[in-house]
């Protein structure tokens, strides 16, 4: 069945500590694969995307995520964390012609202390 | 640019009322136009998507409906509310393009069934 898992459901770093956010996929076709942000009470912003072509991925905020194929992984990182980087990511992943059909993680929620 | 409306942004109803939540996207034409659900503490539920006028495909049995009477407008209905209702409802947009299809969402409307 096709699944994502993000393991950690709540994270807590320190500001200018660096960050990494685990995604896990489960997916029968080539995968396309998406990071969101969702601040409390927002909608979900866009932090990148992975298509094809270079398994690392740059995105918005300074964050990045690099897909690993044999491990079914697309981890999202930060080198150093801002206080506004709190809020919700969510992961998600579908095909090149049916992201209609997303399939989202539940979500890692990041706290941040100063 | 594009840009993605959803109103209202909250919204207190009793049990058994109906609901009507109406979203519009601009700056671009023939969106595919979805309908998503988040509850607390789960990831993002898939509800209506569609891919042009009058064309609206359900994942999910409810009592909810959605319709769509212009290229850009995607309404999101109840004739009867549950309590089960209550959540945040996001409205999100695409445009399949060569190189995939990625879904941007508006700011969300909370609804809260009494």
């Known amino acids: 069945a096709q699944s994502v898992t993000q393991p950690d459901i709540h994270i807590t770093v320190s500001e200018g500590a660096s960050l990494e956010l685990r995604c896990n996929y489960s997916?029968?076709?080539?995968?396309?694969l998406f990071w969101y942000v969702q601040s409390p009470g927002q909608g979900l912003q866009l932090l990148l995307k992975y298509f094809s072509g270079d398994t690392l991925v740059q995105g918005i905020k300074g964050f990045e995520a690099e897909f690993k194929r044999s491990q079914s992984s697309f981890n999202l990182r930060k080198p150093s964390v801002h206080w506004s980087d709190a809020a919700e990511y969510f992961c998600?992943?579908?095909?090149?012609?049916?992201?209609?059909?997303?399939?989202f993680g539940t979500g890692t929620r990041l706290q941040v202390f100063p | 640019s594009q840009t993605i409306h959803q109103w209202p942004a909250t919204l207190v109803q009793p049990v058994g009322s109906p609901l009507s939540l109406e979203c519009t996207v601009e700056?671009?034409?023939?969106?595919?136009l979805y309908w998503y659900r988040q509850a607390a503490g789960r990831g993002l539920q898939l509800l209506f998507y569609s891919v042009g006028i009058g064309q609206i495909s359900s994942e999910v049995p409810q009592n909810l409906s959605a319709s769509r009477p212009q290229d850009r407008q995607f309404i999101l209905s109840s004739k009867k509310l549950l309590l089960s209702d209550s959540g945040f409802y996001l409205c999100a947009w695409s445009v399949e393009r060569g190189t995939g299809n990625t879904i941007y969402f508006g700011e969300g409307s909370w609804l809260t069934v009494v």
């Open positions: 998600a992943v579908g095909a090149r012609y049916n992201t209609d059909k997303l399939i």
């Open positions: 997916y029968g076709a080539t995968p396309y």
């Open positions: 700056g671009t034409s023939n969106p595919n």
